[in-house]
């Protein structure tokens, strides 16, 4: 909103022609949905913790420790991340991009469902929330509306198209099938995260960086300069995303200050449901939906250990891990929770770079 505002009035106060630049405002909405985030936390933890007496419920199953160390820290803190990095993108960016909506629409869609998730866990005192049909049903129908969207932003020439890394001048066809493929980045894009989010600081570092990576990649893929000699399929005003995107990480690294270990507050499913579509929407608008697999290896990690732990246990009646996702079967081996968190971390930056080094190696 202040992006057209300020814009209007560059004519008359040339000074504010520096709000045309598209790295200018990526920078500011980075540190709007900062200070917005940093700022609202201690006043909602305060009063999570006065609605929410007990705190996010405890998995009986989970590490021992966990009952002793999180016990009573209140949940749903991803509410704080979506009005930061709403702040961010609707103040600073271009609202007549197409590609901004269908990103605000996945991300507070997302966040819905989530909430409807932590509500019911603490209202119910439960770690089991609403019923995973029906999350997953919601979650198909507002991905649906996003990838039709990002379709139609997109025009008939690249709507139905699939960018491969490492190859250059070549884009796969896959006709209608892009809907269901757009509906399962984005879905899996959620859950996935959702599954990192296990212990303090784990998720949101990981999102933060991926944002940044994707953030390159957005406005490399919007640059008609930059594409032609990285030889990317340029994607007309992907670029815009990098001011999405730097939302999530300012208001990431706002909500991290109090999400540190120890937590003073978790993001719930509020947070990483909302955060791993965004993340999934921006691939699926860049054509980089396999470029986010390898950028965000470590969330396919953790989802490939909750899927052959369950299907090792159902065959064979034994678990290939001592509890997963994998975070925990590190915990159950003895590693301290600080130690986790950080080895993780150093992974998700050496696979952002990964993910950065396909732009060029093709």
Known sequence: MLYHLLTSLSDEYTFLNVFSYLTFRTGVSLFTAFIISFLFVPKIIFMLKAKQKKGQPIREDGPESHILTKQGTPTMGGFLILLG????????????????????????????????????KVTRSSSAGISGRIKLL???????????????????????????????????????????????VLVGASNSVNLTDGLDGLAIMPVIIAAGTFAIIAYVVGNTVYSGYLNLTYVQGTGELAVFLAAIIGAGLGFLWFNAPPAMIFMGDTGSLSLGAALGAVSVITKHEIVLAIVGGLFVLETVSVIVQVVSFKLTGKRVFRMAPIHHHYEKKGWAEPTIVIRFWIIAVLLALLGLATLKLR
Do not use: H, R
Request: hydrophobic content about 60%; overall charge negative; aromatic content about 16%.
């Open 138 to 184: 919601l979650e198909i129908l507002i991905s649906l509306a996003a990838v039709l969207i990002i379709m139609d932003a997109a025009g008939p020439d690249k709507s139905e198209m699939l960018a491969l890394p490492f190859v250059k001048n070549f884009m796969l066809d896959l006709g209608w099938f892009m809907i269901p493929f757009g509906i399962f």
């Open 85 to 120: 990095l709403s702040s961010g993108t609707l103040l600073w960016a271009d609202l007549s991009n197409q590609y901004i909506w269908a990103c605000l629409l996945v991300t507070t869609g997302f966040g819905f469902i989530g909430f409807l998730d932590d509500y019911a």
